[in-house]
């Protein structure tokens, strides 16, 4: 288990200096596309960590991670809206968590890579927020406990401008409300 | 921002744009510079340098002809500004072989309106010699992005003259503006807001800075287009499930859906004539541009490229052609699609070209690339033989202009 935490840190280390370094060679500025605008401080700071940890923990690292509530963003193939099957327990999870508390309200925030027209990806990301939204409703959600957002190409999660950074750009951020 | 690169076309028509005599020192703006800048931004002029003349005559009477022919000078501009600081501007442009002047205006100004009065004279010329109105007298509609000390971002709409002089900050926001739209009078704006923390539509008047939301709430509202008689908006709205394209009336305020389709419809453009609008679809299964005709909302597609990407079509101003973005191995693209002969051709080979959006007399087509700094604005030539680059101001980065319409 000790083993299993540090490699994980590593991990998450090596990712991080990598991305760091990756922006630092990309221009200054697009160094800064993250968007942390409008949001307390609070909310802020547990965005900045939360991004980077859903971003990079995913996968392998979560493998027998019992709880898929402990992942709350899903990803999507280039110009895609499709769920990716190995994401449906994610949604599942969240599903069930919703429909067992009625109260619980929830943004689905639709992202895409920066490639092509600001406004399709506007469009995109909104249909990969709704794709998520179906498939929760099929689950049991209530329409008025979700409420979808787009924000295209606007925050991307890695600023970066290569499929690596692209592919944690192409998502879906599950947003409790407090 | 200021205009830093420029390629022509192969032969550029030379013209001596002679200094503008004036008796007032305090001329707050040099008239002949900024024609000169004019013209020679446009590609289709070789303007000479002041340096290279050698007498700087100021009315018809005072040409010594043979010497600017021997220069191999075919048109020259000479003109005074008057000593009230620019309350009028006069000017001549002569055809240095026949010695007749071609033509020649004197134009009420002030000094604050002395930059707008050169940008009025270059399109004279531009005219008189080129059969074609100028588009200088014109302003841009952008949006800055900067990051901000402490790791915010400032998003900005402002406008600026065509050659980026006279900035105006008409919103600025913590979040997100995109896709600013110029009414087709020129005195109001429509643009997507994130201020609430979702997309919205905003209409707002430039004069008063007034503005008020037209379409907001749950889902996607974005991408508003002024119809050619500034009486209803074309947007994408999300409201029922899926993003679709909307008209909606203005005066009663009322929408009206015009594509049903399970798939993504966005970007609304109206054809000149109001009749058609052209959208992005991805209902053939890769994003393509399709025309809807509103009279009976049949649809049909616009284009064809196997593999390929097309989106956010933008006609012309006379409807000949259609701009859009294009994406294929080599990245994203503007091309021109030739709506009659079909013929289409990709005019731009930067990086994330983007946000094509046509001159009102549609010789150049501004659009958004991406540079060192970020992204950027440049204008190329409807036939790709022209190109410039804007330089963003410092610290800033510049994206989704829009080109507005002749000023009254």
Redesign the interface.
């Known amino acids: 288990m000790l083993k299993r935490a540090i490699s994980l840190m590593l991990m998450f280390l090596a990712l991080h200096v990598l991305s760091a370094c990756s922006s630092e060679s990309t221009k200054e500025g697009n160094a800064a596309v993250v968007d942390k605008t409008g949001l307390s401080d609070e909310e802020k700071n547990a965005k900045a960590h939360a991004v980077p940890a859903s971003g990079e923990l995913q996968g392998g690292a979560l493998e027998g991670a019992a709880n898929p509530l402990s992942r709350t963003v899903v990803y999507f193939d280039y110009d895609s809206s499709e769920v990716h099957a190995e994401d449906r327990p994610v949604i599942e999870a969240h599903a069930a968590k919703l429909a067992a508390n009625h109260n619980l309200i929830v943004t689905l925030e639709g992202h895409c890579d920066e490639r092509g027209s600001r406004e399709y990806n506007l469009a995109l990301g909104e249909r990969r927020a709704q794709a998520v939204k179906k498939q929760m409703m099929l689950l049991g959600v209530a329409a008025d406990q979700i409420r979808t957002v787009s924000y295209g190409e606007e925050r991307p999660a890695d600023p970066g401008h290569d499929e690596a950074a692209y592919s944690k750009n192409r998502r879906v951020e599950i947003v409790y409300a407090k | 921002m200021e205009v830093v690169v420029n390629t022509s076309v192969n032969k550029p028509l030379p013209i001596a744009v002679v200094p503008f005599k004036t008796s007032d020192p305090n001329v707050p703006v040099d008239v002949a510079t900024v024609i000169r800048n004019d013209l020679e931004r446009s590609g289709r002029f070789a303007p000479m340098p002041v340096q290279d003349m050698i007498s700087r005559p100021a009315d018809l009477s005072e040409i010594h002809f043979d010497d600017w022919r021997r220069l191999s000078m075919p048109h020259m501009v000479v003109g005074k500004v008057d000593a009230g600081g620019g309350d009028s501007v006069e000017f001549r442009l002569v055809d240095v072989y026949t010695t007749r002047q071609l033509t020649g205006y004197r134009l009420d100004s002030a000094p604050a309106r002395l930059r707008f009065t050169a940008h009025q004279i270059a399109d004279i010329i531009y005219e008189q010699l080129l059969g074609q109105k100028g588009a200088f007298a014109t302003r841009i509609a952008y949006v800055t992005v900067r990051?901000l000390a402490d790791?915010?971002?400032?998003y900005r709409l402002e406008i600026a003259d065509a050659d980026g002089y006279n900035p105006q900050v008409l919103l600025e926001s913590?979040?997100?503006i995109?896709?600013p739209a110029w009414s087709p009078d020129g005195g109001r704006i429509a643009y997507?807001s994130?201020?609430g923390?979702?997309?919205a539509v905003y209409v707002q008047d430039i004069a008063t800075g007034r503005r008020e939301a037209v379409a907001a709430g749950?889902?996607?509202n974005?991408?508003p287009a002024w119809s050619p008689d500034g009486t209803r908006l074309a947007m994408?709205r999300?409201a029922e499930?899926?993003?679709e394209i909307y008209v909606l009336s203005l005066a009663d305020r009322r929408f009206q859906r015009v594509t049903n389709d399970p798939s993504?419809?966005?970007?609304p453009a109206w054809s000149p004539d109001g009749s058609r609008l052209a959208f992005?679809s991805?209902r053939g299964g890769?994003?393509q541009v399709y025309e809807t005709d509103l009279a009976n909302l049949q649809v049909r597609r616009i284009t064809f490229n196997a593999g390929g990407?097309n989106?956010?079509p933008r006609y012309s101003p006379d409807g000949s052609l259609m701009a859009m973005?294009h994406?294929d191995d080599s990245?994203?693209h503007i091309a021109v699609l030739n709506l009659k002969t079909g013929q289409y051709n990709i005019v731009t080979d930067t990086r994330?070209d983007?946000?094509p959006s046509f001159a009102p007399n549609g010789s150049m087509i501004i659009y958004s690339t991406?540079?060192?700094?970020?992204?950027e604005l440049a204008a190329v030539s409807v036939d790709g033989r022209v190109r410039q680059r804007l330089a963003s101001p410092p610290g800033a980065?510049v994206?989704?202009p829009a080109w507005g319409p002749f000023r009254k």
């Open positions: 990051k790791g915010r971002k400032q913590p979040q997100p995109l896709s997507v994130f201020e923390h979702n997309s749950e889902g996607l974005s991408a994408t999300s499930g899926n993003p993504i419809d966005t970007e992005s991805d890769q994003p990407y989106v956010r973005v994406r990245g994203d994330f983007e946000s991406t540079g060192a700094g970020g992204t980065e994206r989704e």
